[in-house]
């Protein structure tokens, strides 16, 4: 009985996490349908620059945050523009061999940089210690995460399902040519969305790094993580990458109590049955 | 516009001008043989590249289906050489045979599975296919040897005559006697009836259902004959270095290959073949110069390509050509 | 230029040719290690040593020059292993390898060395048997089995009775689990639970979880450097092991390339090793005061101090065999050195370096940085997992 809760905290927060990392990703690849395999690059991008302010310049945690978010969505502003756009019109292949391109370049110049040592970020002092639930020890920093996790997920219902900005960026992902022909601005909602995906990563990268720590090399080591969370959760929905997140941390944490021995075969034998089953994912519309 | 040009770029060649494969690679190891003599080592591990990227083109380039797990095969049929040489018999000849077979078996019984998806759901469960099977080799220690490598394989004399020699001759005539018979099957293959399904099937699965074509089948054949050949390769790669590691089935060599496949470009065979020397010359020189950024240099090339050679290189002199002859 | 004169210069470079040999060689050294990719680190720090060995100690023995070739195989990679081996054999002419990050690089030239009479020194690859493959090969490093049994004996004499062991589930870390289980066992303790986690484990608290339920006195743990050990490390903090007097006990967890990004957290953590560059004698104050000097953001580990060692065995052995590798091993065979590490001896059976083993606390120095402070000595240490 225990176990079994045990399994459940932990499970959550785990998923908690992994949703707050990989929820970037949904947002390019689930809302704008690109093959986005460049994503982790964001998250490296806002960690890294987390990493010099706070170790090697001291600053603190929340204005070295704020700051390297803000500089990740500008680099992804600028991006978007110069490499994107045509990306956007290749075919699915076209996509994933040239967000590996990008994703390529980016460890090369963060490893010229910062070397292809941990960077870890110094956090502030009210994300360390730990909360004391009687029989189990909860991390501060991992409640923090869950709290900005589900603020993300409001955040982010409330954005498409209710603004005008998420009819826009419906429309333009579901009919590119008739949202044009209706006079949205397609490609300004593209930016915009492009630019909050690789804000919500960078925010993910730095937030996560307790779990995945940063390194030159992260894009590489977790985009297959990345890219389960989303695949089993659907393309498209924003709920659907929750919902695969909470699972697969809830499977993941379970099968390390009780099966840690074949852990990693558990997982991706989940993940293959499902996909079998539902091609499109848990929540996936066609 | 993009296409235009390409398409009959084809045509031109199909149709006047058509050079044998075979006699290109065999002249093309002649050279590397006589102007790079100690280099053999190097030269052989990229022909043993160039068969699996081969293998990857047949599924990627003519049936149009993006793997990024193909090192599930290869793998298995490195393990299968690497058992089958030391409990079985060291021929090496023979031992080809069983890495072929065991990677034909290995995507017999996963592309039941993987080919009714397609798209992002293809693209995960061929990764965790691979990262099955590694999790596997990792951990059944007494077979395998685990993450120390399969060790004590010690080969025989290719077909009784050509015993592996120190500065690698032997392997890099055998490894190029293979690439030479793979090519030439896959020539064979790619243009039979069969290819052109397949051809077919990457344009317009629907209509080639419409015309009474079994696509599924179809799809799944062509992804055993790739495995076959993947499993091939390993069986190479595990004969010449006489180990096996669990990095066989890693998914970086997956992402590598195809990384090779679309520089040369996919959907020919020559293609594959350039690709991987490219990719091989560039991470040699470049590794050698600044191994801590040879990286950045390969991401510049795949999205030089992918934006202005969407064919892939090989497509450049081909243009080049057709632009002469247009203007002359 | 006129066809005599043209002969006559032929002739003057071809005697030159001819003669040079005999008065001067280049004897080339071929460094097979990881140098592109996650593991880059290793290649570099090998790199590192060894100039600064070189600078040292100069570059030519009795006339002869010495000329270090690197290759690099970007990470655990068999089959470039072996062809760079193959290619550095033929082409190079080198009379000794060294390096080997990952016990299969090493694995794979085992019979190139063994053929062509070639020492290979390991500065790394930690797994016994690996010597048992050619007797051709030598190592400066450590092997899990001589540094995980200290650690289990000093565990137990210094109030453990019950241990729980947590190791990632691969060679490495199943050596270290056994040879930390049987030599615990020996002394009377008891192991309550042998957890193995998953190589690709990122989040460690369901571990953490049932290493606390456990209710044992300590917990012995093995990861692989990097990602995985900060993961741990931290998990093992946060998840609230320490109030709960869990104590824990490691090996090479605590590196000097990882410690700093563990940070404060790290402090108090016990570890037995070969290595600290905070060990107190005044070769190793040179040593990584040379480092500092040529290479200011570097800092001497167990792979800067396995190739500083293993390019001393090599000028030891060109010393005493020039390129003549049979004679080469037998003179390497029971030669003794003064290491930064301490005293050292190369076993003639294993052919592997006998070292003292210590024991280590995590605490900061004067200037504030974190370091592993040795107080506690485990003489002369051979490789206890070679006939175990």
């Known amino acids: 009985m225990l176990v079994a809760l045990s399994i459940i905290i932990d499970g959550v927060a785990y998923g908690m996490i992994l949703f707050m990392i990989s929820v970037g990703l949904s947002v390019t690849m689930g809302l704008m349908r690109i093959m986005n395999l460049a994503h982790g690059g964001f998250a490296l991008i806002g960690g890294a620059i987390a990493h010099a302010l706070t170790v090697r310049l001291g600053i603190d945690f929340v204005p070295a945050a704020i700051l390297s978010i803000m500089t990740a969505v500008l680099i992804s502003f600028a991006l978007e523009r110069i490499v994107y756009r045509p990306i956007y019109r290749l075919g699915e292949l076209g996509q994933v061999l040239a967000t590996i391109g990008v994703t390529f370049i980016i460890i090369a110049i963060v490893n010229f940089f910062l070397g292809s040592t941990l960077l870890p970020i110094r956090p502030p002092s009210f994300m360390t210690g730990s909360v004391t639930l009687g029989f189990k020890t909860l991390p501060m920093h991992r409640l923090i995460v869950i709290g900005a996790g589900a603020m993300v997920l409001v955040f982010l219902y409330w954005l498409i399902e209710r603004t005008r900005f998420g009819i826009y960026l419906r429309a333009s992902v579901d009919n590119h040519a008739t949202a044009a022909a209706l006079g949205i601005n397609t490609s300004k909602i593209y930016a915009v969305t492009f630019a909050l995906g690789a804000g919500l990563a960078a925010l993910g990268g730095m937030l996560g790094a307790e779990l995945l720590p940063l390194e030159a090399y992260y894009p590489l080591r977790y985009m297959v993580l990345f890219l389960t969370v989303v695949a089993v959760g659907g393309l498209g929905t924003i709920t659907g990458s929750f919902a695969a997140a909470m699972g697969l941390g809830i499977l993941d944490t379970g099968s390390r109590y009780l099966l840690s021995e074949f852990g990693t075969i558990v997982f991706f034998l989940a993940v293959m049955l499902l996909l079998s089953a539902r091609p499109r994912g848990l929540l996936g519309r066609a | 516009m993009l296409q235009a040009p390409v398409i009959s770029a084809r045509a031109w060649k199909r149709s006047t001008y058509r050079f044998t494969p075979e006699l290109v690679i065999l002249l093309g190891a002649a050279l590397a043989f006589i102007c790079f003599p100690y280099d053999l080592g190097f030269l052989t591990r990229t022909l043993i590249m160039m068969i699996l990227v081969l293998s990857l083109d047949l599924i990627l380039g003519y049936a149009g289906i993006a793997s990024l797990g193909h090192a599930a095969m290869y793998g298995t049929g490195a393990y299968a050489a690497g058992l089958f040489a030391i409990h079985v018999t060291q021929e090496p000849v023979l031992g080809l045979f069983a890495g072929g077979a065991a990677g034909a078996l290995a995507a017999w019984a996963s592309g039941l599975l993987l080919l009714r998806t397609h798209g992002l759901a293809f693209l995960m469960l061929s990764i965790a296919v691979a990262a099955v099977l590694q999790d596997l080799a990792s951990k059944v220690r007494s077979v395998t040897g685990g993450a120390d490598g399969l060790t004590g394989i010690t080969m025989g004399p290719v077909l009784g005559m050509f015993e592996f020699d120190l500065p690698g001759r032997t392997g890099f005539w055998y490894a190029c006697a293979v690439l030479l018979i793979v090519t030439l099957s896959l020539q064979t293959t790619v243009n039979s009836a069969f290819g052109l399904a397949l051809r077919g099937i990457k344009n317009s699965p629907t209509r080639m259902r419409a015309i009474g074509t079994p696509v599924y089948r179809r799809l799944v054949s062509a992804y055993v004959i790739a495995g076959a050949v993947a499993g091939i390769a390993g069986a190479l790669s595990a004969q010449i270095t006489a180990l096996v590691s669990i990095e066989s089935y890693s998914f970086s060599l997956s992402a590598e290959i195809m990384v090779m496949l679309i520089l040369g470009g996919s959907g020919r065979l020559y293609g594959a073949i350039l690709g991987t020397l490219i990719f091989a010359v560039i991470q040699h020189v470049a590794a050698a110069i600044d191994p801590f950024n040879w990286l950045f240099v390969i991401g510049v090339l795949l999205l030089t390509v992918v934006f202005f050679a969407p064919e892939g290189l090989l497509s450049v002199p081909i243009r080049l050509i057709r632009l002469a002859r247009g203007s002359s | ?388």
């Not at chain 3, 070639?118 to 797994?127: D, G, L, M, W």
């Not at chain 3, 190369?346 to 024991?359: A, G, S």
């Open chain 3, 1 to 388: 230029m006129k066809p005599l004169q043209m002969a006559s210069v032929i002739a003057g470079l071809l005697a030159a040719l001819v003669t040079c040999p005999s008065s001067a060689e280049t004897i080339r050294v071929g460094i097979i290690a990881t140098f592109s990719g996650p593991n880059a680190i290793w290649g570099k720090q090998f790199k590192e040593a060894t100039e600064v060995y070189v600078a040292e100690h100069g570059d030519s023995i009795n006339g002869d020059k010495i000329e270090f070739i690197y290759k690099d195989v970007a990470g655990p990679n068999a089959d470039a292993s072996k062809a760079a081996a193959q290619d550095l054999l033929v082409r190079d002419q080198v009379k000794y390898l060294g390096g080997f990050d990952f016990t299969p690089n090493a694995l794979a030239v085992a019979p190139l060395i063994t053929q062509a009479k070639v020492p290979a020194v390991i500065f790394n690859a930690a797994t016994s048997s690996i010597n048992k493959q050619s007797n051709f090969f030598l190592r400066t490093s450590f092997t899990l089995w001589q540094v995980s049994v200290p650690m289990a004996n000093w565990a137990a004499a210094n109030g453990a009775k019950t241990v729980i062991t947590a190791v990632t589930d691969y060679n490495p870390g199943v050596d270290a689990e056994t040879a930390f289980a049987s030599a615990f066992e020996k002394k009377g303790g008891k192991i309550v639970s042998k957890i193995r986690m998953p190589l690709q484990t990122t989040d460690f608290a369901p571990f953490m979880q049932r290493i606390k339920d456990s209710g044992s006195d300590g917990v012995f743990a093995f990861l692989p450097a990097g990602p995985a050990t900060f993961a741990f490390t931290k998990a093992y903090n946060e998840g609230g092991l320490k109030q709960a007097g869990i104590r824990f006990y490691g090996t090479g967890e605590t590196d000097e390339t990882t410690i700093d990004a563990l940070g404060d957290q790290a402090t108090g953590l016990v570890t037995a090793y070969h290595y600290s560059d905070a060990h107190e004698s005044d070769l190793n104050t040179a040593f990584t005061a040379k480092l500092k000097q040529m290479f200011p953001s570097s800092r001497a580990n167990l792979a800067s101090v396995g190739a500083y060692d293993g390019v001393h065995l090599i000028y030891q052995m060109i010393k005493a065999a020039k390129g003549d590798g049979v004679k080469a091993i037998e003179a390497a065979k029971g030669l003794a050195w003064e290491s930064p590490r301490g005293p050292v001896k190369l076993d003639p059976e294993t052919r592997h370096v006998v070292q003292n083993v210590y024991i280590r606390r995590v605490e900061k120095d004067p200037q504030g940085r974190l370091i592993n402070k040795e107080f506690d000595t485990v003489q002369q240490v051979p490789d206890l997992g070679f006939n175990p």
